[in-house]
């Protein structure tokens, strides 16, 4: 708009200096060249509105971006707090579960130890076995053991 009003009063300054300039003779010519000169203003001035509507259109665009990016952001963010709580709570009970295991497998090779030393002579190789294996390695061990009792009682 300023700029529309800037070209408006350099027009209103010009257009004496141009009708009064007595250069040309003839009339018409000095009217003919200020026509064009007032169309060449009009233009100027139409593309100058023209340009600040694109720049006005261009920020109005921007600032919906922002908009848009801002509730993008906070939806991943809802989502990632969301998505981090459900898997929060399963690596706590994977966690347990993995703590728990250990903790069964390490007692395990405890009885195992404690059984080879007080009733077999076993080899201290089960306690590996136990340990590596969990409750699969103790039950086999266990067959063994009944299996050796068993010879033992028929010698």
């Not at 921007?62 to 989502?79: F, T, W």
Request: hydrophobic residues 45%.
């Amino acid at each position: 708009m300023r700029a529309f009003l800037l070209l408006a009063i350099t027009a209103v300054l010009l257009v004496p200096g141009l009708v009064f300039a007595g250069e040309h003779e003839d009339g018409e010519d000095v009217w003919d060249e200020f026509e064009i000169r007032e169309r060449e203003l009009e233009l100027h001035a139409y593309e100058m509105e023209l340009d600040f509507e694109r720049q006005h259109r261009e920020l109005e665009l921007h600032k919906m971006r922002g908009e848009v990016e801002g509730r993008n952001r906070a939806q991943m963010k809802e989502k990632f707090r969301h998505g981090m709580s459900k898997h929060h709570g399963r690596n706590k009970g994977c966690g347990v579960f993995i703590l728990i295991a250990i903790v069964v497998n390490v007692l395990l090779a405890v009885w195992t130890y404690k059984d080879i030393r007080e009733k077999t002579n076993a080899s201290g190789i089960w306690i590996v076995v136990v340990l590596l294996t969990g409750l699969l390695g103790a039950i086999v061990y266990a067959i063994v053991r009944l299996g050796d009792l068993k010879q033992k009682q028929n010698v």
